[in-house]
């Protein structure tokens, strides 16, 4: 299972984009990369998952450059109903509750 | 509601007593994993299915937990003889064969 490095927490303000980026250096060729959103007390929430470029849902875009070695979650104009942890994952999409998570990014946002 | 269910919410038990949590997935969902979280740590696999089929286990499974999905559909994780330090959230997915994994809201177990 790859591993993955996130900032250990982040900081941002209602309105503003947030972008949280994610390193995973040993990124087979068949996984892929999924985002997920957890609330204390809550199990994981799925957010969005991509494999190369550009994915965008109703929530969050997910960029993915052509190595595929780092991700970057961006959630536009977060609200503080946002604060949370945000695991990046990467994993096969045939088997994709087999993930490593790592310890997270808790994302404060402040009014 | 037809997301992932857990049962129950909260436990709370006396070392050295058993528990069982039960799953119940998504319908279609044929795959199915248990996590375990402590608190401040991002959850940690500990064991999937594929319909009846326990395929992988982690070195987190010890000889004291056992998980069944007896006809591929819910799932049971026992503890016996708990411990302290099996005092975590119990979190259960499932997902296709293909697509992302979907969480239930956990049972979270005290163990005292």
Request: hydrophobic content about 30%.
């Amino acid at each position: 299972l790859a591993k993955t490095t996130q900032p250990i927490s982040m900081d941002s303000y209602e309105g503003q984009e947030v972008n949280i980026t994610c390193s995973h250096n040993n990124i087979a060729t068949n996984d892929y990369i999924t985002w997920y959103q957890q609330f204390p007390s809550q199990g994981p929430r799925f957010i969005i998952q991509g494999y190369k470029t550009k994915v965008t849902n109703e929530v969050a875009s997910l960029f993915i450059p052509a190595d595929r070695k780092s991700s970057t979650l961006s959630l536009p104009r977060v609200s503080l109903s946002d604060t949370a942890v945000y695991y990046c994952l990467v994993a096969l999409r045939t088997n994709a509750g087999k993930s490593t998570f790592g310890d997270g990014t808790t994302l404060t946002v402040k009014p | 509601d037809t997301g992932v269910s857990q049962d129950p919410r909260h436990k709370i038990t006396k070392r050295g007593q058993n528990v069982t949590f039960r799953c119940d997935p998504i319908s279609e969902h044929n795959r199915l994993y248990w996590y375990r979280q402590t608190l401040g740590q991002g959850p940690e696999f500990l064991t999937y299915f594929q319909n009846e089929a326990q395929l992988e286990k982690s070195r987190l499974l010890s000889d004291r937990f056992s998980a069944e999905r007896p006809k591929g559909s819910f799932s049971t994780l026992e503890i016996q003889r708990t411990e302290q330090g099996d005092s975590a959230m119990y979190l259960c997915a499932s997902s296709p064969n293909t697509g992302e994994a979907f969480f239930g809201q956990g049972t979270r177990l005290t163990v005292v």
